[in-house]
């Protein structure tokens, strides 16, 4: 689940109406959301759905919801218990008044599915869908809860579990590379999810959303059937939330807060727990590309994964799916963002897709000009050509500068030093120009992604 979400809760006047301090754990919702309106309090131990879902375990939190591992306790007797095994998404209550026919998370997924049957496309298993929904109360109102495929970990948390456990004092000014990857499973992941966004595009819909944070990794139900959910997931870690002094506890928030599931419980089993088979999920923001986009209409796609057509008109349409889904492809590759920023402002990002890409035409450069606070100097200084790292430069730095010694990360990652050999560079540069085209009339369909070589090599 991606917490950049649009829906965020705002942090306003918290010096007035903070009611808890901010709990130390890291990587849980945005406490300020417990309130009228906005998260579901759920504890671990509790029973939704009149009776049906009992809460397991943690698996992650939105901008406006949070996701639960949760059994049915109303599945057949003659099933496993594995698969009584469910995710739960809880929705913010005030996105819950929605009518369930223009629930995007609801009926978009279910369309895909009914269009991929009706000319047998072989790529729905890799699209989200809900199995159930049903409305929950609780003191922040009436939520709207989704019941789906028990998933793992999302590609994003994969590449952060990548990225840490590295001796970084050892080099200086000059950071190692991540963990990566291995070369073979990150172009079958890359198939699979080309082709999941195909079929979106195919049945008529844009994603509008495609980010490492909304691709799930799927579980084998072979392997952890061989074991019960705590010995795998542990005993769900937990921090009591402290009052602020002069509080009253607050109905609204939970007595404590959750650590979802980390994602090396999913990767160290042997064999591991995760399947090479990914899930695209998150339809919430999605739209039909027949339909005009509203008169408001604001890209919620984050800045690191949006193309210059949404920072710079606030527009979007199917090749900017292309756009996001080429940077997440030299992502999943590097296990770096391709347009790899400290800061995530739309000036940094246009600094990076300049020095990789090269100078925008106009009339986007005189744009994003205008609408920049940077000095003239500034936009001198990084059109100069002689800064430019190319995306095949980027390609062939990897495993130049690998940690030998960085903390195992299982059978998914590369060996340390594993170069890209020159053929792959030049199928993978060659699909990801086609698909960074400035111009978005310019990028190649899915459909030509699909077919490019690179992903069978």
């Given amino acids: 689940m991606d917490p ?40 671990i131990g509790d029973v939704l759905g009149e009776g049906r879902y009992r809460i397991l375990n943690k698996l992650g939190h939105g901008g406006a919801s949070t996701a639960w591992l949760a059994r049915d306790l109303h599945a057949p007797q ?19 008044s929605i009518p369930l026919t223009e629930t995007p998370d609801l009926y978009i997924s279910h369309k895909i599915h009914t269009f991929a049957s009706s000319i047998r496309h072989t790529s729905k298993e890799s699209i989200h869908t809900v199995r159930n929904h049903f409305f929950e109360e609780s003191p922040n109102g009436r939520h709207l809860c989704l019941v789906s495929e028990f998933a793992g970990p999302s590609l994003r948390s994969l590449f952060d579990w990548f990225n840490s456990g590295m001796h970084w004092q050892k080099f200086g000014n000059r950071p190692p590379h991540p963990r990566r990857m291995r070369g073979d499973l990150c172009r079958k992941f890359a198939k699979q999810l080309a082709n ?3 079929l979106t595009h195919s049945a008529g819909f844009i994603h509008a959303d495609l980010t490492p944070s909304n691709i799930l990794l799927k579980i084998s139900k072979k392997v952890l059937s061989a074991h019960s959910v705590d010995q795998i997931f542990g005993v769900p870690v937990t921090e009591e939330l402290e009052l602020c002094e ?41 739209l039909d590309s027949d339909h005009p986009l509203p008169p408001d209409y604001y890209p919620p796609t984050p800045i690191p994964y949006a193309s210059p057509e949404n920072l710079l008109e606030s527009t979007t349409g199917s090749a900017s799916d292309v756009w996001s889904l080429g940077c ?83 059978s998914m990652a590369a060996k340390p030093g594993t170069r890209i050999d020159e053929e792959e560079i030049d199928l993978l540069e060659d699909l990801l120009l086609k698909m960074l085209k400035i111009h978005p009339e310019e990028r190649i369909t899915m459909r030509e992604v699909v077919r ?5 090599y």
Wanted: glycine share 6%; charged share 25%.
């Fill in 328 to 410: 997440i492809i030299f992502e999943m590759r590097t296990t770096r963002p391709l347009f790899d920023t400290f800061f995530h402002t739309r000036d940094a990002v246009f600094q990076e897709i300049v020095f990789t890409l090269g100078k925008l035409p106009n009339p986007w450069w005189t744009t994003w000009k205008s609408g920049s606070y940077e000095e003239e100097g500034w936009f001198d200084e990084i059109s100069d050509p002689t800064k430019m790292v190319t995306i095949r430069q980027k390609l062939l730095q990897v495993g130049t500068h690998d940690d030998h010694d960085a903390d195992d990360r299982g």
């Fill in 78 to 96: 003659d099933l496993s218990a594995v698969e009584g095994l469910v995710t739960l998404k809880i929705m913010f209550a005030r996105l819950s």
């Fill in 452 to 456: 490019h070589p690179w992903f069978d």
């Fill in 246 to 286: 002069g509080r009253v506890p607050s109905p609204s928030a939970p007595k404590e807060v959750v650590a979802p599931i980390h994602v090396h419980h999913f990767c160290f089993p042997s064999p591991p727990l995760i399947k090479d088979e990914i899930l695209l999920i998150d339809f919430g923001v999605s």
């Fill in 4 to 43: 950049t979400s649009p829906d965020i809760i705002p942090l306003t006047a918290r010096a007035r109406d903070q009611v808890y301090f901010d709990p130390d754990m890291e990587n849980v919702e945005n406490i300020d959301g417990y309130t009228l309106g906005g998260y579901h309090p759920v504890a």
């Fill in 196 to 198: 999941a966004v195909e």
